[in-house]
């Protein structure tokens, strides 16, 4: 079992930065590919990206390339996401995941564990 808690959201202006946190406990974190996914009011779940268990890869979907990164601190059992150049079509719920397999993966589905979500709000 996996308990991950979000944390770092908020209201921000359009071409703002936040950094989300989520911090793991539970079974070992450096065992589990962590992923972030985003959903907005009416849409579904989306793929944000994810970071392999070493954090030495990680996967971004287009519209998060280039202005997101995702890293992990093992030893802290926290992932983290960089948001820059934030636009208001990034406002949503973002929940980390964790999906206990060496393999990445962009579908939600495929994923464990789940966080209860943080609210990103950009504001033109």
């Known amino acids: 079992q996996v308990q991950l808690v979000e944390s770092g959201g908020g209201l921000v202006q359009a071409g703002g930065s936040l950094r989300l946190s989520c911090a793991a406990s539970?079974?070992?974190?450096?065992?589990?590919?962590m992923g972030w996914f985003r959903q907005a009011p009416g849409k579904g779940r989306e793929f944000v990206g994810s970071?392999?268990?070493?954090?030495?890869?990680?996967y971004y979907a287009d519209s998060a390339k280039g202005r997101f990164t995702i890293s992990r601190d093992n030893a802290k059992n926290t992932v983290y996401l960089q948001m820059n150049s934030l636009k208001p079509e990034d406002t949503a719920v973002y929940y980390c995941?964790?999906?206990?397999?060496?393999?990445?993966?962009?579908?939600?589905?495929?994923?464990?564990?789940w966080g209860q979500g943080t609210q990103v709000t950009v504001s033109s």
């Open positions: 995941a964790a999906r206990y397999r060496h393999e990445y993966s962009s579908i939600w589905q495929q994923y464990d564990y």
């Open positions: 539970g079974r070992t974190f450096s065992s589990y590919v």
């Open positions: 970071i392999s268990w070493s954090g030495g890869s990680t």
